[in-house]
């Protein structure tokens, strides 16, 4: 693995064409759970549209690996993923499905680590594909649940990490269990926290601070609190109907939580200061592949 990264970084050194567009930025979010069933792909998927209303450009990818549901919560179809971009001589424009409100998706998953397998100039040009999103301006990373390669590898290619949890006790284990991964691999030294099913306001600040006061006394991780996602039955009825809840109920309390998750994001003032631009995306797709 070691060999093939320095297989790829002598050939984008010696392409000048990945060098040539660099002044457009895209902020990278991945999104991580500690368990599945919190929340995850929706908040992903919600968190996209309300991204895209407020201006950004948003592009998602699903690399949840054997698990890719991001589809079914926005309602469109995914023919095609990113190992047609490999096998079938496709464009990234070919695997791209367009979402309500304008959100586009790719499918990755475990497709995305074959590139290893690749001859020297098939490499070259999916690198090329995958470093030249400059059309959009967020995108977000909806990983598998748990500890694993993939959600903990691509915490190297993401400028922020959000990680969501709720307040169930075993959810907050497994939420800490994560972090302590960030901090031992120290891939990470501040991380956003979103609690979600959160019954009442009391609730949820105590599983905050559970997850702040073991933080802060055993790892090297800085949490932010971005908000909670109260309970709210139409988020189930939305799901079911695989409208986002954002475009099917948006007056709902869950949608306004997910409206000043957005603003709270878009507020941060690491928003302009920690963001990628392309030539910085593309060393971190090679750290991805190394």
């Given at each position: 693995?070691n060999d093939q990264a320095g297989k790829l970084r002598e050939m984008i050194s010696n392409n000048d064409e990945f060098d040539k567009s660099v002044a457009h930025q895209i902020k990278i979010y991945s999104i991580i759970s500690g368990k599945g069933g ?100 967020v995108l977000l990373i909806d990983n598998g649940a748990g500890i694993n390669k993939q959600s903990l590898t691509f915490t190297i290619l993401a400028d922020d990490i959000i990680l969501i949890s709720t307040p169930e006790p075993t959810s907050i284990t ?117």
């Amino acid at each position: 693995m070691n060999d093939q990264a320095g297989k790829l970084r002598e050939m984008i050194s010696n392409n000048d064409e990945f060098d040539k567009s660099v002044a457009h930025q895209i902020k990278i979010y991945s999104i991580i759970s500690g368990k599945g069933g919190v929340g995850k792909t929706n908040l992903t998927v919600n968190l996209a549209i309300k991204l895209q209303e407020k201006g950004k450009k948003v592009l998602i990818m699903d690399a949840d690996v054997g698990m890719s549901n991001a589809h079914l919560v926005m309602g469109i179809d995914t023919k095609k993923t990113l190992l047609d971009l490999i096998e079938n001589d496709l464009n990234l424009e070919d695997i791209i499905a367009k979402g309500p409100y304008g959100v586009d998706l790719i499918s990755g998953g475990e497709d995305l680590f074959l590139l290893e397998k690749l001859d020297k100039e098939k490499q070259k040009e999916i690198i090329q594909n995958l470093a030249n999103l400059g059309e959009y301006d967020v995108l977000l990373i909806d990983n598998g649940a748990g500890i694993n390669k993939q959600s903990l590898t691509f915490t190297i290619l993401a400028d922020d990490i959000i990680l969501i949890s709720t307040p169930e006790p075993t959810s907050i284990t497994d939420a800490y269990r994560i972090l302590k991964a960030i901090s031992m691999y120290e891939l990470k030294n501040k991380v956003k926290v979103v609690i979600n099913q959160v019954p009442d306001l009391d609730t949820g600040d105590e599983a905050l601070n559970k997850l702040l006061k073991t933080s802060e006394l055993f790892l090297n991780v800085e949490l932010e609190n971005i908000g909670y996602i109260f309970s709210d039955i139409r988020v189930n009825k939305a799901v079911m109907e695989q409208i986002p809840i954002v475009i099917r109920y948006p007056d709902a309390l869950a949608s306004s939580n997910i409206n000043q998750i957005s603003a709270a994001i878009l507020g941060d003032k690491n928003y302009t200061n920690n963001i990628s631009n392309l030539k910085q995306f593309k060393n971190r797709l090679i750290r991805l592949f190394g």
